[in-house]
Nanobody, 123 residues
């Protein structure tokens, strides 16, 4: 059983950056694809980015590519989400999730989820 914990959220100003971390325990992440999602109040959870087990072929939602970057360090059982030039509409709870084999944009196919970390972008 893999447990995922997201860290790195917080309150930042517009234009700032944050790096979120997703750390796995109870099993290594090296055999899993990992995705990041977010959910703002009153909105559906949406896909941000995903990365394969090898670290290659990252995939991004069209609206996220350019400002957001996903990477992983299997030796640390950690996947990162670098978020730059943050805007108020980036405010949401950010989740990471893992799947062994899935369509990475389809959140229903992920097997494990973290509890989320809150990001608030406000001046």
């Amino acid at each position: 059983q893999v447990q995922l914990v997201e860290t790195g959220g917080g309150l930042v100003q517009p234009g700032d950056f944050l790096r979120l971390s997703c750390v796995a325990s109870g099993g290594g992440l090296s055999n899993y694809e990992v995705g990041w999602f977010r959910q703002a109040p009153g909105k559906e959870r949406e896909f941000i980015a995903a990365i394969s087990w090898s670290g290659g072929m990252p995939e991004y939602a069209d609206s996220m590519e350019g400002r957001f970057s996903i990477s992983r360090d299997n030796s640390r059982n950690t996947v990162y989400l670098q978020m730059n030039t943050l805007r108020p509409d980036d405010s949401a709870t950010y989740y990471c999730a893992a799947c062994s084999i899935c369509r990475v944009t389809n959140q229903a196919e992920y097997e494990y989820w973290g509890q989320g970390t809150q990001v608030t972008v406000s001046s």
